[in-house]
């Protein structure tokens, strides 16, 4: 059984930040899960530009608002705590908050939990 608490994860190598972001990265590749899962941060005046395609990555609004717009078709999703999305095609997207978003995210196959994106918005492809 693994139990962590956010608390102990905070300030830690396991507390990953970028421009516009930080992520709590609590289960990782190594804890054998099949997938990650991070309590994540979006903040306020970014527009992340993100483009998983070596990922899969679920995404439930748990605090804040913003949009987030599916870069193929143009639509643009208000979210807002209770709204859930799906990147189930690797799709490229942007994300921004109105006010600062608390995001739970898994991501499959999981990160090692070092990653930051890169310039196409994408995390690298996993070599675990």
């Not at 799709?91 to 499959?108: G, L, P």
């Amino acid at each position: 059984m693994i139990i962590r608490d956010l608390a102990d994860i905070v300030g830690t190598d396991m507390d990953v930040k970028g421009k516009g972001w930080t992520s709590r990265r609590l289960l990782l590749a190594k804890d054998g899960m099949g997938f990650s899962l991070h309590d994540t941060l979006i903040h306020v005046g970014y527009e992340l530009h993100l483009h998983y395609v070596n990922h899969l990555e679920a995404v439930y609004c748990i605090e804040g608002k913003g949009r987030i717009l599916d870069k193929a078709t143009g639509k643009v999703t208000d979210l807002h705590p209770g709204v859930v999305y799906a990147l189930n095609e690797h799709d490229d997207h942007m994300i921004e908050a109105d006010e600062e978003m608390r995001m739970v995210c898994v991501f499959n196959p999981p990160v090692t939990g070092t990653e930051v994106h890169d310039e196409t918005g994408a995390y690298p492809a996993a070599t675990e």
